[in-house]
T-cell receptor, first 111, second 116 residues
């Protein structure tokens, strides 16, 4: 099956700085890559996603890039704010029916 | 928007008892539901994929007889942890997909199971 690796496991940045989280996947058939934000004790929330026919997608302060050849994709958060502090998960799916998650990145934005 | 309700949000039980967790899609029909387990500060581990009207597909290493999944209707899937033991204590989260290959997942709020 698919194996998704995520780095770093923890990340601390100063407010206003950028944060980058990277994921790699193993299954070349994977074609959909969502990113989820999970606040403590709450459900994961989809924040952005990208499909394999696109190399980059941006939504305000959040962007995702995908390199199909290298099988890696990254989440970029610019102008970070304290409310961005949470655990972020990347995921990969080939069928749209099974999603495999990365190990998570705990992001702390220091005011 | 799509809403998935999960119940109970927290359950404490004695070792050896069975616990049922429900996952309901409130405003859409979910052909597929997924069950995940999450340990503190760890990732979501896919346990099984539940399709309405058919047997669930379990991930490698997940005991089918331990974690019984039933997807009796297009809006309800249940996870029963049978003969629960302290090591089964965890956060269980379900998610639902509107259609096959729909890609977008909607998550339930999760159920925290504590086995004494």
């Amino acid at each position: 099956g698919e194996n998704v690796e995520q780095h770093p496991s923890t990340l601390s940045v100063q407010e206003g700085d950028s944060a980058v989280i990277k994921c790699t996947y193993s299954d070349s058939a994977s074609n959909y890559f969502p990113w989820y934000k999970q606040e403590l004790g709450k459900r994961p929330q989809l924040i952005i996603d990208i499909r394999s026919n696109v190399g980059e997608k941006k939504d305000q302060r959040i962007a995702v890039t995908l390199n199909k050849t290298a099988k890696h994709f990254s989440l970029h958060i610019t102008e970070t704010q304290p409310e961005d502090s949470a655990v972020y998960f990347c995921a990969a799916s080939s069928t749209g029916n099974q999603f495999y998650f990365g190990t998570g990145t705990s992001l702390t934005v220091i005011p | 928007g799509a809403v998935v309700s999960q119940h109970p949000s927290w359950v404490i039980c004695k070792s050896g008892t069975s616990v049922k967790i429900e996952c309901r899609s409130l405003d859409f029909q979910a052909t597929t539901m997924f069950w995940y387990r999450q340990f503190p500060k760890q990732s979501l581990m896919l346990m099984a994929t539940s399709n309405e009207g058919s047997k669930a597909t379990y991930e490698q290493g997940v005991e089918k007889d331990k974690f019984l999944i039933n997807h009796a209707s297009l809006t309800l899937s249940t996870l029963t942890v049978t003969s629960a033991h302290p090591e089964d204590s965890s956060f269980y989260i379900c998610s639902a997909s509107r259609a096959v290959g729909a890609n977008v997942l909607t998550f339930g709020a999760g159920s925290r199971l504590t086995v004494l």
